[in-house]
Structures are given as C-alpha cells and as structure tokens.
C-alpha cells in the first residue's frame, strides 16, 4: 500500500541515515519503526519484561561481593 505522509526535514534525514547504516531503504526502516512502536510488548504484572543477555563462564569470581560497589569499582578500574 502506498501512502503520503509529512515530516520533518530534520526527522527524514536522520531516518534516512539510519536507514543506510541497517542496509535498508528509507520505507522498509520506517516500515520497521512503526511495527516495533505498535506491537505490544510483553509484560508481567503490568511491568515491561527485562531482557538480560548472558553469557558462559564460570559464575562470580571468588572474593568479589556484588553488594560492595566501592570494591566492585576498584577492581574494574585495575582490569582484574
């Protein structure tokens, strides 16, 4: 379907430069915006569902208490 919408000179610009960076065209990316902007998202009790990303490892590195967040920052800053 083909349709005439009006926006800002501003707002296509930068949706076509967004558009150019994901490799597509300028109607597929705002095609893509407006299906993400209307579909419901998930949620529970009425909150938004949290999405975490893990990853493999061997769990939390001994002697590291992640409720010290002064020593949680030291070691981050040393790169240990």
Do not use: H, W, Y
Not at 27 to 36: A, H, K, M, N, V
Not at 48 to 66: A, F
């Amino acid at each position: 379907m083909q349709t005439t919408i009006r926006l800002d000179e501003v707002v296509i610009e930068q949706a076509t430069k967004l558009a150019q960076e994901k490799g597509c065209d300028l109607s597929q990316f705002i095609e893509e915006t407006l299906r993400d902007r209307i579909t419901p998202k998930p949620t529970v009790a009425g909150q938004p569902l949290l999405r975490l990303t893990t990853v493999g490892g061997q769990g939390l590195r001994s002697g590291v208490d992640l409720d010290n967040s002064a020593a949680l920052l030291t070691l981050m800053e040393l790169g240990a």
